[in-house]
C-alpha cells in the first residue's frame, strides 16, 4: 500500500485491519463491524519506535533469490520501501542450470530509489567447500557453482579462496552463507586464517549462531557477523511466521551511514569496517569509548578500563541488554516489566586483549523466533595482540587437521595438477597459521 486503499467488503461482519512497516515501526490494529451501505473511512497511524534516530541505520537483507529483468526493478524497489529495507541484494545461483537470474551486474545491475537499492551478486556453491556469496561484483565470477551436485561436471576447482580473490578485484564483498557454508565440508577456516573474507553469515531462518561465532572470536579471527533470509527459502519455515514479520528482511544487517547516492554503496562500506548491526527486531545502539562497533582500540600496560553505553528499544519489552567480553557476559540490565528502553552505561576493566559487543533480547509472539539485535564488536588490543583464548585456538586447530584431511584427499578431481598444488598449499599454511601462538590479524 502507497499511504491509502480501498477494499468492498461484506456487511455484518467483525473485521481487524493490520498494517506493519517493517522492524522499527510499531505495528497498527484496528478492529470493526461494518453496517449494510456503511462507508467507514478507518485511519492507522505507524509510529516509528527512535524518531529521528532509526532514519540513520540503513537496512539490509544480504540473501534474496529472487529473477529480476529490468522492466521488475520498481515493483522490488517498492517492496522494499513497504518493509523499510535500504538495501536487497538480490542474488543469483546454479543448480545444473542458473536461477533467480539477474540481468546485469555492478552499477548496471543496480536499481535505485532516493534511500533505496537493489544491487546483483551470486551465491557460488558446492559440496566441496560450502555455500559462498559474492555481494555488489560488477560482474560475475565464474564458473558460478562446481561439483555434480550443483554444476555439470566433477572438478573441485576453483575453490572459494580462488574465488574470493577474483571478487574483491571486481568490488565485492564476499564471504560465507549459512555461517560456515552449510555443508559437511567447509573453508571457512582456511579463508578466515588469511583474511580472505569480508563478513559470515550469522544471523538466518530467525537463529543467531552466537556461540560458533564468538569461538572464531576467541580464536583469534576478526569475524564480520552478517544476515540474510535466504528468501524464498525463507517463506518455507515452519511454523510460517506471524503476519508481522517482513518476507524481506525478516532478520537484517545494519549500518549507521548516510545513503548519498546509492544505499548499497553506502552499506557495503559499512560492512567492510566491520559497523554492523544485527537485528530481527530492536534497534540497539553501542559505543565504547566514543567507538562505534568494527572499530580497533590498541592499549598498553598491564591494565585498561573502558565504558560505554548499549541502548536497546523496541514497539514490545525488552527482557534484558548485555555487554559481551571475549563470549561471557561483563554487564547486563535486566528492566521493569513492560520497559520498551533500556539504556545500559558500563565500565569494564580488561588486562587481556579482548573483543566486546552488546546483544539484546525482546519479548516475541506466539510462532516468531527469538527476537535479538546483536552488534558486531569492537577489538580492544594490548598492545596490538590479537584476542587469544586458548581452547577457542585450540578447538579451531583441531577442526582443521579433521578438514585438512579432507582437503588433502586425491579423490578431490582437479583439472590440473597445478590446481591440486595451490590448493594443498593453501591447507598447509592454514595449518601453519593455526599453529602459532598468535594468529596473524588484520583490519
Same mark, same amino acid.
Given at each position: 500500500?502507497?499511504?491509502?486503499?480501498?477494499?468492498?467488503?461484506?456487511?455484518?461482519?467483525?473485521?481487524?485491519?493490520?498494517?506493519?512497516?517493517?522492524?522499527?515501526?510499531?505495528?497498527?490494529?484496528?478492529?470493526?463491524?461494518?453496517?449494510?451501505?456503511?462507508?467507514?473511512?478507518?485511519?492507522?497511524?505507524?509510529?516509528?519506535?527512535?524518531?529521528?534516530?532509526?532514519?540513520?541505520?540503513?537496512?539490509?537483507?544480504?540473501?534474496?533469490?529472487?529473477?529480476?529483468?529490468?522492466?521488475?526493478?520498481?515493483?522490488?524497489?517498492?517492496?522494499?520501501?513497504?518493509?523499510?529495507?535500504?538495501?536487497?541484494?538480490?542474488?543469483?545461483?546454479?543448480?545444473?542450470?542458473?536461477?533467480?537470474?539477474?540481468?546485469?551486474?555492478?552499477?548496471?545491475?543496480?536499481?535505485?530509489?532516493?534511500?533505496?537499492?537493489?544491487?546483483?551478486?551470486?551465491?557460488?556453491?558446492?559440496?566441496?567447500?560450502?555455500?559462498? %556469496?559474492?555481494? @555488489?561484483? +560488477?560482474?560475475?565470477?565464474?564458473?558460478? $557453482?562446481?561439483?555434480?551436485?550443483? *554444476? &555439470?561436471?566433477?572438478?573441485?576447482?576453483?575453490?572459494?579462496?580462488?574465488?574470493?580473490?577474483?571478487?574483491?578485484?571486481?568490488?565485492?564483498?564476499?564471504?560465507?552463507?549459512?555461517?560456515?557454508?552449510?555443508?559437511?565440508?567447509s573453508a571457512l577456516i582456511m579463508n578466515l586464517a588469511r583474511?580472505?573474507?569480508?563478513?559470515?553469515?550469522?544471523?538466518?531462518?530467525?537463529?543467531?549462531?552466537?556461540?560458533?561465532?564468538?569461538?572464531? %572470536?576467541?580464536? @583469534?579471527? +576478526?569475524?564480520?557477523?552478517?544476515?540474510? $533470509?535466504?528468501?524464498?527459502?525463507? *517463506? &518455507?519455515?515452519?511454523?510460517?511466521?506471524?503476519?508481522?514479520?517482513?518476507?524481506?528482511?525478516?532478520?537484517?544487517?545494519?549500518?549507521?551511514?548516510?545513503?548519498?547516492?546509492?544505499?548499497?554503496?553506502?552499506?557495503?562500506?559499512?560492512?567492510?569496517?566491520?559497523?554492523?548491526?544485527?537485528?530481527?527486531?530492536?534497534?540497539?545502539?553501542?559505543?565504547?569509548?566514543?567507538?562505534?562497533?568494527?572499530?580497533?582500540?590498541?592499549?598498553?600496560?598491564?591494565?585498561?578500563?573502558?565504558?560505554?553505553?548499549?541502548?536497546?528499544?523496541?514497539?514490545?519489552?525488552?527482557?534484558?541488554?548485555?555487554?559481551?567480553?571475549?563470549?561471557?557476559?561483563?554487564?547486563?540490565?535486566?528492566?521493569?516489566?513492560?520497559?520498551?528502553?533500556v539504556s545500559l552505561p558500563f565500565t569494564i576493566q580488561l588486562?587481556?586483549?579482548?573483543?566486546?559487543?552488546?546483544?539484546?533480547?525482546?519479548?516475541?509472539?506466539?510462532?516468531?523466533?527469538?527476537?535479538?539485535?546483536?552488534?558486531?564488536?569492537?577489538?580492544?588490543?594490548?598492545?596490538?595482540?590479537?584476542?587469544?583464548?586458548?581452547k577457542a585456538r585450540e578447538a579451531i586447530r583441531q577442526r582443521?587437521?579433521?578438514?585438512?584431511?579432507?582437503?588433502?584427499?586425491?579423490?578431490?578431481?582437479?583439472?590440473?595438477?597445478?590446481?591440486?598444488?595451490?590448493?594443498?598449499?593453501?591447507?598447509?599454511?592454514?595449518?601453519?597459521?593455526?599453529?602459532?601462538?598468535?594468529?596473524?590479524?588484520?583490519?
Amino acid at each position: 500500500m502507497d499511504g491509502q486503499a480501498t477494499f468492498d467488503l461484506p456487511a455484518g461482519n467483525e473485521y481487524r485491519l493490520e498494517a506493519y512497516h517493517g522492524l522499527f515501526y510499531q505495528p497498527a490494529v484496528v478492529e470493526f463491524t461494518l453496517q449494510p451501505e456503511e462507508r467507514r473511512r478507518i485511519q492507522l497511524r505507524l509510529t516509528p519506535i527512535a524518531p529521528d534516530r532509526q532514519q540513520q541505520w540503513i537496512s539490509a537483507d544480504g540473501h534474496i533469490h529472487l529473477m529480476r529483468a529490468q522492466q521488475d526493478d520498481y515493483v522490488f524497489l517498492r517492496w522494499l520501501q513497504a518493509d523499510d529495507l535500504s538495501v536487497g541484494n538480490f542474488l543469483e545461483l546454479q543448480r545444473q542450470q542458473h536461477a533467480a537470474v539477474q540481468y546485469s551486474f555492478g552499477e548496471a545491475g543496480e536499481a535505485r530509489l532516493p534511500g533505496y537499492s537493489i544491487r546483483s551478486g551470486h551465491e557460488s556453491r558446492s559440496r566441496f567447500y560450502g555455500h559462498t %556469496l559474492f555481494l @555488489g561484483p +560488477r560482474e560475475m565470477i565464474r564458473p558460478l $557453482s562446481v561439483g555434480l551436485e550443483y *554444476a &555439470n561436471a566433477p572438478e573441485a576447482y576453483p575453490f572459494p579462496a580462488v574465488l574470493f580473490d577474483r571478487g574483491r578485484r571486481t568490488g565485492a564483498v564476499v564471504g560465507f552463507a549459512h555461517f560456515d557454508g552449510g555443508q559437511p565440508n567447509s573453508a571457512l577456516i582456511m579463508n578466515l586464517a588469511r583474511n580472505g573474507i569480508d563478513f559470515v553469515e550469522v544471523f538466518q531462518m530467525g537463529v543467531l549462531q552466537t556461540q560458533p561465532w564468538y569461538e572464531l %572470536l576467541n580464536a @583469534g579471527f +576478526r569475524v564480520v557477523g552478517l544476515a540474510g $533470509s535466504d528468501f524464498p527459502v525463507s *517463506a &518455507n519455515r515452519r511454523p510460517p511466521l506471524p503476519r508481522s514479520v517482513p518476507l524481506l528482511g525478516p532478520e537484517r544487517a545494519l549500518v549507521n551511514r548516510a545513503a548519498q547516492q546509492s544505499a548499497y554503496e553506502a552499506w557495503a562500506e559499512g560492512v567492510r569496517s566491520g559497523n554492523v548491526l544485527l537485528s530481527n527486531g530492536p534497534l540497539l545502539e553501542f559505543s565504547l569509548d566514543g567507538e562505534s562497533a568494527g572499530s580497533v582500540i590498541v592499549w598498553e600496560g598491564p591494565s585498561t578500563t573502558v565504558t560505554g553505553t548499549a541502548t536497546a528499544i523496541f514497539h514490545r519489552a525488552i527482557q534484558r541488554v548485555e555487554v559481551i567480553v571475549n563470549g561471557r557476559v561483563a554487564a547486563r540490565s535486566v528492566p521493569e516489566p513492560g520497559q520498551t528502553e533500556v539504556s545500559l552505561p558500563f565500565t569494564i576493566q580488561l588486562d587481556e586483549s579482548s573483543w566486546i559487543a552488546a546483544r539484546t533480547q525482546a519479548d516475541r509472539l506466539d510462532e516468531e523466533p527469538e527476537i535479538w539485535a546483536h552488534t558486531n564488536p569492537i577489538y580492544v588490543l594490548k598492545e596490538g595482540e590479537p584476542v587469544y583464548v586458548k581452547k577457542a585456538r585450540e578447538a579451531i586447530r583441531q577442526r582443521w587437521e579433521e578438514e585438512a584431511l579432507y582437503y588433502s584427499d586425491p579423490s578431490l578431481v582437479c583439472g590440473a595438477e597445478t590446481q591440486r598444488s595451490e590448493l594443498l598449499q593453501r591447507v598447509n599454511e592454514t595449518r601453519k597459521i593455526l599453529e602459532q601462538p598468535q594468529p596473524p590479524w588484520s583490519q
